[in-house]
C-alpha cells in the first residue's frame, strides 16, 4: 500500500478532532443543533490550520444519514464518501486552477440542481482569493440568494483580496495559528497512534519547527519517523530539522549571565563546527530569551506557550535571570538577526552574544572613546602616526572618532596631554591634523580653508598662520573662526590661542576686503570643498574600517 503522509492520514474527521479552533468549531456546532446556519461561509487565516478540514466535517455534519449532527457518524455512506471525496454532493473546487469565469458560471449553472442523494449540497471554493472579479460576479446571484439546498464554504489564506461584496454575504470564521499546547497534544497523540517512542524535548522540537500549522508540524514528524524509525531520538530530531534543542538555548542564557565571552563564542564554534544554521540559532535564541523575559515579567499571566515540561525548564531558568539583562540579550540578538539576513552570520552572532555577555561593552560615546583610545595606544586601529610637519591634508581616520570632542584630544596627545606652560609651536605643528580635523567637524568650509594654512609661530599665545591665498586667511582671520578656531585649540592642546593670520605670498600682502575679494574667496571656499569631496572615497573607505573596528573589537553600535 502506498504510504499516506501523517496529515492526510490523520485529517479531523469530526469537529472535536480539530485542534485550536475551538471559537470556529463550537459556534458551527451550536448552529447545527439549533439549525441556524447560513448559507455561505468564509474560512480565513493561515494554511494548515483546517479550514477545508473544518468545511468537509461541516458537509458530513449536514447530511449525515443520522444528521443534521454536530456529531457526524463518519461510518454512512454519505459520511464516508465525503471523507473519501467522492461525494458528489459535495462539490471541491479550488479556484487557484478554476477561477475563471467560466468554470464559475458552470458552477452556477449546477448550482441549480437539486442534490442526488443528500440532503445539501455544499460547494467548497478554495483558495477563493484566486477567483477572478469575473468570476466571483458571476458567483454574486447565487451567494446573494442561493436555492435552500446549497450552502457554501469559501476558504482562503488571504481574506484581504476577498472582495467586499462577497465578504459582506457571508458569515466569516479566522482560523487562527494553532497554539503550541494543541500542538504537542495533536504530536503526542498521532506518535501514539503510530507506536512511535518519542524522547522528551522531541515534541517541543517538532512543535517548534511546526510553527502553528498542524499540518507542517505532521509533516515534520513525518520527516523525523522516515529518519529515524518508531524510535525518535532527541539527537535525531536535531539532525533532522537542524534544530537548537533546548538544553543549547537553556546553556546560551546562562553563558549570557556568567558574563562568559568565551563561553558563548565556543559555543558559536561548536555550532559552526557541527554544520549548524546560525540563522536558525540566532531565532531560537530570540525565541527562548523572549520566553525567559515573559516569565520574568508576568510569571503567571500565561504568555508562554509550551508544553508543561518545557515551561517548568523555562521558568526554572528565568529564575536565575535578571530582566534588564535579558531585555537587552533579546534586543541585541534580535537586531543582530536583521543583520544576518543581509549576509554574514557568523560575526554579527558573535557580536551579540558577546555584548549581551558584557554590558559594560555598551556603545554610549564616553565607553566607546576610552576603548577606541586603548586600542589606539596598541595600533589596533591601523590609523597612521601623527604626521610630524605640519601638513594640509586630513587624516581620513580622524573623521570617524565618535562624535565627541574628547578622543580629539586623545588622538594626538600621544604623550600626556599639554598644558598651557608645555605648548610649543613644535607641539602646534604635531597637533594640526587633529586641529584641522576638528574644524572640519564643525565646518567643513573652516576645515578646507585652515587647511590651506600653516602654523608657523607661537608667541605669547598668539598662533601665527601662514597662508597663501588672502582670502582664505580673511575667512579664517574674522572674528566667528577666530572664535571658533580658539576653542578648537583649547580643547586639542589644553590651552586657548589667539590666531593670527597672514598672507606670505600670492599679491598684497595683507588681506584685502573688498567685495571682489569675498565673492573670490567663495569661488575658492566651493573648488577646495569640491576638492575636499574628491577625497571622500578614500575617506569612506577608511571610515568604513574604522567602523568595521569599532563594530568588532569594542562592540560599537551605528549611530544614525
Ligand atoms: N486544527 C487542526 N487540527 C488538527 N489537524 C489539523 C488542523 N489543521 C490542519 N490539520 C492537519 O493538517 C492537514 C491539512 O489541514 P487543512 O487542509 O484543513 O488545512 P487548511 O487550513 O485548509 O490549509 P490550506 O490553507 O493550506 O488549504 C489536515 O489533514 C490535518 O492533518
Ligand atoms: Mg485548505
Ligand atoms: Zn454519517
Known sequence: MAYVSLYRKYRPQTFAEVVGQDHVTTTLSNALTENRLHHAYLFTGPRGTGKTSAARILAKA??????????????????????????????????????????????????????????????????????????????????????????????????????????????????????????????????????????????????????????????????????????????????????????????????????????????????????????????????????????????????????????????????RLGRVELLRAVELLAECQAVMRRGNTRLPLEIALAKAAMPEASGDPAALAARMDRLERRGGVGRPPPPVTPVAEVPASEEVTVPDPAPVRSTTAETAPPTGAGVDIDLVRRSWDAVLAAAKRRSLKLGAMLASGQPVDLTDSRLTLRFTYPFHAEFCGSDTSRATLGQILDEVLGVPLDIVCVVVDGGAGSPRTDDTAASEADDVAETELAEAAGELPDEAEAHARAIATLTRDLGATVVE
Open 62 to 319: 449536514l447530511n449525515c444519514e443520522r444528521g443534521p449532527t454536530a456529531t457526524p457518524c463518519n461510518v454512512c455512506p454519505s459520511c464516508v464518501g465525503i471523507t473519501a471525496g467522492n461525494n458528489v454532493d459535495v462539490i471541491e473546487i479550488d479556484a487557484a486552477s478554476h477561477g475563471g469565469v467560466d468554470d464559475v458560471r458552470d458552477l452556477r449553472d449546477r448550482v441549480a440542481f437539486a442534490p442526488a442523494a443528500a440532503r445539501m449540497k455544499v460547494y467548497i471554493v478554495d483558495e477563493c482569493h484566486m477567483l477572478s472579479t469575473a468570476g466571483w460576479n458571476a458567483f454574486l446571484k447565487t451567494v446573494e440568494e442561493p436555492p435552500g439546498h446549497v450552502l457554501f464554504v469559501f476558504a482562503t489564506t488571504e481574506p484581504h483580496k476577498v472582495l467586499d461584496t462577497i465578504l459582506s454575504r457571508t458569515q466569516r470564521f479566522d482560523f487562527k495559528r494553532v497554539g503550541s499546547p494543541a500542538l504537542g497534544g495533536l504530536v503526542a497523540d498521532v506518535a501514539e497512534r503510530e507506536g512511535l517512542e518519542l524522547e522528551p524535548g522531541v515534541v517541543d522540537l517538532v512543535v517548534r519547527a511546526g510553527d502553528g500549522s498542524a499540518r507542517d508540524t505532521l509533516s515534520v514528524l513525518d520527516q523525523i519517523m522516515a529518519f529515524t524509525g518508531l524510535k525518535v531520538t532527541l539527537q535525531g530530531v536535531v539532525d533532522v530539522l537542524g534544530a537548537v534543542p533546548d538544553e543549547l538555548l537553556i546553556e546560551t542564557a546562562d553563558l549570557i549571565a556568567a558574563g562568559d565571552v568565551a563561553g558563548l563564542l565556543v559555543l558559536v564554534q561548536r555550532l559552526g563546527d557541527a554544520g549548524r544554521d546560525l540563522r536558525q540559532f540566532a531565532r531560537d535564541a530570540v525565541e527562548h530569551l523572549r520566553s525567559l523575559l515573559l516569565l520574568q515579567v508576568a510569571p503567571d499571566a500565561g504568555l508562554v506557550e509550551t508544553t508543561p515540561d518545557r515551561l517548568a525548564r523555562l521558568t526554572a531558568q528565568a529564575g
